[in-house]
């Protein structure tokens, strides 16, 4: 009985993930100036330039938990 309860689970659990996985993202989503290049080698988009790395250079700073007192 305990069977058969969970394989129904997961076949409606299957089910509803494999008819999620076909929605997209809307055109305002995609189309954004400040997205994230997570595949380098992809051509840039529009007006964007290529860049080769998609991390931001820049300076990092300790903050100690005396600071905050």
């Known amino acids: ?3 058969i309860f969970f394989s129904v ?3 409606f659990s299957l089910f509803v993930f494999m008819n999620l996985g076909k929605i ?3 055109k ?3 189309d954004r100036d400040d997205r994230i290049n997570r595949f380098g ?3 840039a988009r ?3 330039k290529k860049t080769h790395s998609t991390i931001i250079e820049g300076e990092a700073e300790v903050i100690d938990d005396e ?3």
């Open 1 to 3: 009985m305990i069977t």
């Open 9 to 11: 689970l997961a076949i």
């Open 24 to 26: 997209k993202a809307s």
């Open 28 to 30: 305002k989503q995609t």
């Open 41 to 43: 080698s992809r051509k």
């Open 46 to 48: 529009g007006n964007q």
């Open 67 to 69: 600071d905050k007192k």
